[in-house]
């Protein structure tokens, strides 16, 4: 059974940085895609970025610029680090995994807030 465990969420002043990351219970370097998403209260999950195992990238507009996705297949781990960060980012942000066999898992979520 695959695990993603997400990490590094708490309170952080407007302006300010987090970084989350997504360990997953087995090597990553079968996983073709893996990407944040994020729920606000009320809200759908909305898709934040996501990045392939080529390196390629996709941020939603509204992070584009503050929000960087990166991976390390030696640590089975993908970080998300915030900057600038703004009370619309506050959320439960989930960490995504699909794999190259089309299975499709989701980590249990970490919360996100932005005040001051």
């Known amino acids: 059974q695959v695990q993603l465990v997400e990490s590094g969420g708490g309170l952080v002043q407007p302006g300010g940085s987090l970084r989350l990351s997504c360990a997953a219970s087995g090597s990553i370097v079968n996983i073709y895609r893996m990407g944040w998403y994020r729920q606000a209260p009320g809200k759908q999950r909305d898709l934040v970025t996501t990045i392939t195992s080529g390196g390629s990238t996709v941020y939603v507009d509204s992070v584009k610029g503050r929000f960087t996705i990166s991976r390390d297949n030696a640590k089975n781990t993908v970080y998300l680090q915030m900057n600038s960060l703004k009370p619309e980012d506050t959320a439960v942000y989930y960490c995504?995994?699909?794999?190259?066999?089309?299975?499709?898992?989701w980590g249990q979520g970490t919360q996100v807030t932005v005040s001051s």
């Open positions: 995504n995994a699909l794999y190259r066999s089309g299975g499709n898992y």
